[in-house]
C-alpha cells in the first residue's frame, strides 16, 4: 500500500525557518510528481508548491514563491520543502501529494493528486 509520511512541522516565531519532509513507501517518488498543499480551518486546501517528475521543474503559489523551495531526494524517496520568513499566515496542515501528471495547471489542483499524506501541522506565532 502506497504511503506518503510527511514530518517537521512544529511551532515557530514569525521569521523562522522550518523544513517539511515528505517521505514515499510502496512508491518511487521520482516517478512522481510531488505536490504541497496546505489547510487551514475554514479555507480551501491551497496550492504551496510541485516539483515534476520528468525534470525536476518547481512551481510555487504567489503566497510562498521567494520564502518556500522545494527538493526531492530520489535516493531516499524523500521531498522537502524548506520555509524561510514564516508568516502567521502560513499557519495550516500541509500535506504532500502524488501523481504521475507532468502538467502543471492540474498539479496546481487537489483533486488531481491520487496518494496523500496524513498532514503536518505548522504553526506560526506571531
Known amino acids: 500500500q502506497v504511503q506518503l509520511v510527511e514530518s517537521g512541522g512544529g511551532l515557530v516565531q514569525a521569521g523562522g525557518s522550518l523544513r517539511l519532509s515528505c517521505a514515499a513507501s510502496k512508491l518511487t517518488l521520482e516517478s512522481y510528481s510531488i505536490a504541497w498543499f496546505r489547510q487551514s480551518p475554514g479555507k480551501e486546501r491551497e496550492f504551496v508548491s510541485a516539483?515534476?517528475?520528468?525534470?525536476?521543474?518547481?512551481y510555487y503559489g504567489d503566497s510562498v514563491r521567494g520564502r518556500f523551495t522545494m527538493s526531492r531526494d530520489n535516493a531516499k524517496d524523500t521531498v522537502y520543502l524548506q520555509m524561510h520568513s514564516l508568516k502567521p499566515e502560513d499557519t495550516a496542515v500541509y500535506y504532500c501529494?502524488?501523481?504521475?501528471?507532468?502538467?502543471?495547471?492540474?498539479?496546481?489542483?487537489?483533486?488531481?493528486?491520487?496518494?496523500w499524506g496524513q498532514g503536518t501541522q505548522v504553526t506560526v506565532s506571531s
Open positions: 516539483i515534476r517528475w520528468t525534470d525536476g521543474d518547481t
Open positions: 501529494a502524488a501523481d504521475r501528471t507532468i502538467f502543471i495547471s492540474i498539479m496546481k489542483k487537489w483533486q488531481t493528486f491520487d496518494y
